[in-house]
């Protein structure tokens, strides 16, 4: 994932959403423009980025990606447990 920061200074661009468009086609990855003052788009890049690599760990090392599920699903109880 190709992420361009500083989406909200739309005249001060370094390269064009266009350009970092082709560059991430280029690099076969997805583009995506987020602005850390405004906050847009954040949230999805991060969501995206964290998606993308739990599915490729799933798919290239489930032994260890399997052991992750029982210490997510340990750690929710805890939660649980403690009220949050």
Do not use: W
Not at 30 to 39: D, H, I, P, R, Y
């Amino acid at each position: 994932m190709l992420v361009g920061n500083k989406a909200d200074l739309v005249d001060r661009k370094a390269i064009s959403e266009n350009q970092g468009r082709e560059l991430a086609a280029e690099r076969g990855c997805g583009f995506m423009e987020t602005s850390a003052l405004t906050g847009a788009h954040v949230k999805e890049a991060f969501d995206t980025i964290v998606e993308r690599a739990v599915r490729y760990r799933r798919e290239h090392a489930p032994e260890e990606a399997a052991r992750d599920a029982a210490v997510d699903v340990a750690g929710e109880r805890a939660k649980q447990r403690c009220g949050r």
